[in-house]
């Protein structure tokens, strides 16, 4: 089955406008991880977050491990916050391999 | 520290030639990772490097690809025999045993005409 499942596919906000996106993750997949492309291709990371709550800046993010979900919340969103946000984790046992949801495409207009 | 630097950033090749790419981690990190990428998916995963270990490999890594990380420090992608279907991003990350998470380079986008 799936693994790491992401929603929405896609969202479109208008600047200013806050989100929220999901991603649920199976029993054998851990240590979450969020990551931002970019139109040109570059995967940032956002959030290593197997448990918890962190934030940086307008970015925060959620995971309950016990739940199998994660959230990322963005506030105040900008134009630059336009692109694929992507999940992703470990799968069960001694693996270096992440596991990659399908993405949010998230577009910000002005 | 630069981050993960990848070489070259793009790359167009003749089918049936070999290619060959290269990632340097950042240099605390003794993991590294090789990933492909095609348009509208997540990355997919190829291999992973503990030092100088090939610890994991994917099936989608057919026997014309192959990976080193002689020293445990930069790593090289090998394809041999280029097929139109072996286009894609390619992208190498690199993590520590401390924090799992990864730092990935630009990636060096591969089209085979």
């Known amino acids: 089955g799936i693994q790491v499942e992401q929603s929405p596919p896609d969202l479109i906000l208008q600047e200013g406008a806050n989100s929220t996106l999901r991603c649920n993750f199976s029993?054998?997949?851990?240590?979450l991880q969020w990551f931002h492309q970019n139109p040109w291709g570059q995967l940032i990371n956002l959030f290593y977050i197997p448990s918890g709550t962190k934030q940086n800046g307008r970015l925060s993010a959620t995971t309950v491990a016990t739940e199998r979900y994660s959230l990322l919340y963005i506030s105040s969103s900008q134009t630059t916050d336009s692109g694929v946000y992507f999940c992703a984790g470990h799968g069960s046992g001694n693996t270096g391999k992440l596991i990659f949801g399908q993405g949010t495409t998230l577009q910000v207009k002005p | 520290d630069t981050g993960v630097s990848q070489d070259p950033r793009h790359k167009i090749t003749k089918r049936g030639q070999n290619v060959t790419f290269r990632c340097d981690p950042i240099s605390e990190h003794n993991r590294l990772y090789w990933y492909r990428q095609t348009l509208g998916q997540g990355p997919e995963f190829l291999t992973y490097?503990?030092?100088?270990?090939?610890?994991?490999k994917s099936r989608l890594l057919s026997d014309r690809f192959s990976a080193e990380r002689p020293k445990g420090s930069f790593s090289t992608l090998e394809i041999q025999r280029t097929e139109q279907g072996d286009s894609a991003m390619y992208l190498c990350a690199s993590s520590s045993d401390r924090n799992y998470g990864y730092t990935f380079g630009s990636g060096t986008r591969l089209t085979v005409v």
């Open positions: 490097f503990q030092n100088e270990a090939q610890l994991e």
């Open positions: 029993d054998s997949v851990n240590n």
